[in-house]
């Protein structure tokens, strides 16, 4: 059984997913009982011969899949909380968000956990400690399947239920992350103008306005704006350039302060499991499975938070990075390499040629059915923005902390980034405007593209599999139909 031989994570998190997305059509003992059948079918579909010790191999994946299955099954059935009142109750505030025309904050309680909290005005900052009454009702659910649900939302990102609060008094502060990040915020707020303020609140806080949300969506690059493996990976990278390759414990702590000083979003923490774990390989002198990684990263992160499967960021981040690593002559033990030669920056150009339409073919259905529309120009605009955007961040990055510090001259630079930042704006715009056309989520051209997207994904995972050309093409059909009539 190949899959068990080059990548056996890889079944076991297909399964999950085939399980999870029956979950609303089956019922929650359907996708206990369905997983491990799911997952011998796709052992068997990999079945070419005999390898040494693949029975006992393949009884331990499917026990792990039971296991799994059982854990999220614990989650997703738990009904919902019994509304709860509060007086006197002290919490930090983790995160504040745009939500509508409003603002929605989470809540960590001291003694009852996580909620959410709806704002009119951005009056709470993240990382102040209050004390309020208040009490707490449900989330409204999706009343059709493919619809918005606000429970599933908010449950991906550990919160349990609605928290309305009166009485809101201001308590000492403490140290915390968020805390962290607010100072962090107004600082840029004060020292940096307005246009790299917004791109460095993205890149260091996760926090991006509505206005540049809808830019970067028209020109169909707003990847560059969530956090996610591009920029982890532009900070690891810097990381191992400063410090060397064997601050193993160094780089898990910069990597992690990181990811959960932007807010932990479902793509980072992939991008920082998957580095995580190439870590530990490169540590061990274990050779560097890129689809495995990916693998064991979403696995983990279902396991930790089974709503995420829900959630746009896991589910692109995912695929992704599934597509990347599958990609034929991809090593990804380059990643861990501190030295720098013009053959390897040259082969990672042509590369990324290749991988950056890939990935966007590999993306494009989930993204048009969530956001109705794919903007054309994104395709012309992703072959390059990656590069532009990695090297004004750093840049953009180091500028910033002089100025904060008040270096002589760095206002100078910091308006010199400024008009960087800008000058893409100014091209991205003129570039949206003569490639205008969008494949939208009603139109007729979703259907066949949406096929070919799926498809190229599944072809690059059997041609990383080395599998003959009749069963790729089998595979590729049968997935790619089940696929499209579940997802969308």
């Not at 270096?407 to 570039?431: C, N």
């Not at 066949?448 to 041609?463: E, H, K, Q, R, Y």
């Amino acid at each position: 059984m190949e899959i068990l031989r080059r990548s056996p994570m890889l079944g076991v998190l297909i399964a999950l997913v085939a399980g999870l997305a029956l979950y609303d059509k089956l019922g929650a003992l359907a996708f206990v009982a369905g997983v491990p059948v799911i997952l011998t079918g796709i052992m068997f579909c990999s079945y070419e011969f005999d390898l040494p010790e693949q029975w006992r191999v393949l009884m331990v994946a499917i026990i792990f899949a039971v296991l799994c299955s059982l854990r999220i099954y614990h989650e997703l059935s738990k009904p919902e909380p019994e509304i709860s009142h509060f007086n006197n109750e002290s919490a930090t505030v983790n995160l504040v968000r745009e939500w509508g025309r409003n603002y929605a904050a989470l809540i960590d309680t001291d003694k009852h956990g996580r909620f959410v909290a709806r704002l009119q005005f951005n009056e709470l900052p993240e990382g102040s400690r209050i004390k309020f009454d208040g009490y707490t009702r449900n989330f409204r659910r999706a009343k059709n399947l493919g619809e918005f649900d606000e429970g599933r939302y908010w449950k991906a990102r550990g919160a349990t239920s609605w928290i309305n609060m009166s009485n809101i008094q201001t308590l000492p502060a403490k140290f915390s992350l968020p805390r962290v990040r607010n100072k962090l915020s107004r600082a840029l707020s004060i020292y940096m103008p307005e246009l790299t303020g917004q791109y460095l609140k993205a890149a260091w806080l996760g926090q991006h306005t509505r206005e540049l949300d809808e830019k970067h969506r028209r020109w169909g690059t707003s990847h560059l704006l969530a956090v996610s493996g591009f920029h982890v990976a532009i900070v690891i990278l810097c990381t191992r350039y400063l410090f060397g390759r064997k601050n193993i414990l160094l780089l898990a702590l910069i990597l992690w302060s990181y990811i959960i000083l932007t807010g932990a979003s479902a793509s980072a923490m992939r991008a920082g499991l998957m580095i995580q774990t190439g870590l530990f390989a490169h540590v061990l002198g274990r050779r560097i499975n890129g689809v495995n990684s990916v693998s064991v990263a979403a696995v983990i992160l279902l396991l930790y938070r089974p709503y995420l499967f829900w959630d746009i960021g896991w589910r692109l981040s995912v695929s992704a990075a599934l597509a990347m690593t599958a990609m034929p002559g991809r090593n990804s033990e380059w990643f861990f390499e501190v030295r720098v030669t013009r053959e390897r920056v040259l082969r990672l150009i042509v590369l990324w040629l290749i991988v950056s339409p890939t990935v966007f073919l590999v993306t494009f259905p989930q993204v048009a059915h969530t956001f109705k529309s794919v903007p054309a120009v994104g395709i012309f605009l992703n072959l390059f923005a990656p590069f532009y955007f990695s090297m004004t961040f750093m840049i953009a990055s180091v500028v910033a902390a002089l100025r904060m510090i008040q270096i002589p001259f760095s206002q100078t630079l910091i308006e010199a980034v400024d008009g960087v930042f800008l000058l893409w704006e100014k091209f991205a715009d003129i570039s949206a405007n003569i490639i205008s056309y969008a494949v939208r989520d009603n139109s007729f051209s979703l259907i066949p593209v949406s096929w070919f997207g799926v498809g190229a994904l599944i072809l690059l995972l059997c041609t990383y599999m080395k599998f003959s050309a009749s069963r790729t093409l089998i595979l590729m059909t049968c997935i790619s139909l089940a696929a499209f009539m579940l997802f969308l």
